[in-house]
Structure formats: structure tokens, C-alpha cells
Nanobody
């Protein structure tokens, strides 16, 4: 079993920044992949950015490229999402996940609200 705990969400004004963290614990394989998704009200969950399994390459949704950056601390089994130049349309619940061997795990989500 793997547990994921997100933190760092909150209310921010347009143009502001937030940094989300996701700490994984439990039986974590060395070959895994972590990433971030989000879900806005009335919309499907969508990819924000994630690491490609087995490497350090990343992929991002087009709408966040150049504004959001995903990083990780392997020693802490933690992945981060630095979000800059936030827009109201970035408002959503942000979830991290981990592909750990054959199993996908999700965190509980953290709310990000971008509003003046």
C-alpha cells in the first residue's frame, strides 16, 4: 500500500504563485512515476504534469506549460508543483498520483482557488 498526502493549496490572487507538495509513504518501488492532475467543478480530471516512468523527463498540459513546474525529491518520495502566473481558470482540486508497479494510487486532493 502507498499513501499520498498533498499540501500547499489555498486562495491566491490572479498572477500569484503557489507550491504544492505530495509526500508518498509505504511500499514504494524504485521504478515509479508521480504526477499532478486537477479537477474543476463540472469537468473531468485532467493532467497537469507528471514524470515519465523510469526517468526524469516530464510532460505538461499545454495550458500550464511555461507557468507550472514539477520537481521531486527522491530521498523524500515527494513531488512538488510550482505554479506561477496563476489564472482564475486554474481553480480546481489538485491531486497527485503515483504509478507504483502495477498499481495507481491517488491522494485526497488539495483545493487551489485563484480569485481576486
Amino acid at each position: 500500500q502507498v499513501q499520498l498526502v498533498e499540501s500547499g493549496g489555498g486562495l491566491v490572487q490572479p498572477g500569484g504563485s503557489l507550491r504544492l507538495s505530495c509526500a508518498a509513504s509505504g511500499s514504494i518501488f524504485s521504478r515509479n512515476s508521480m504526477g499532478w492532475y486537477r479537477q474543476a467543478p463540472g469537468r473531468q480530471r485532467e493532467l497537469v504534469g507528471r514524470f515519465i516512468i523510469g526517468g526524469s523527463s516530464t510532460i505538461y498540459a499545454d495550458v500550464v506549460k511555461g507557468r507550472f513546474t514539477i520537481s521531486r525529491d527522491n530521498g523524500k518520495n515527494t513531488v512538488y508543483l510550482q505554479m506561477n502566473s496563476l489564472k482564475p481558470e486554474d481553480t480546481a482540486v489538485y491531486y497527485c498520483n503515483i504509478v507504483n508497479g502495477p498499481t495507481l494510487y491517488w491522494g485526497q486532493g488539495t483545493q487551489v482557488t485563484v480569485s481576486s
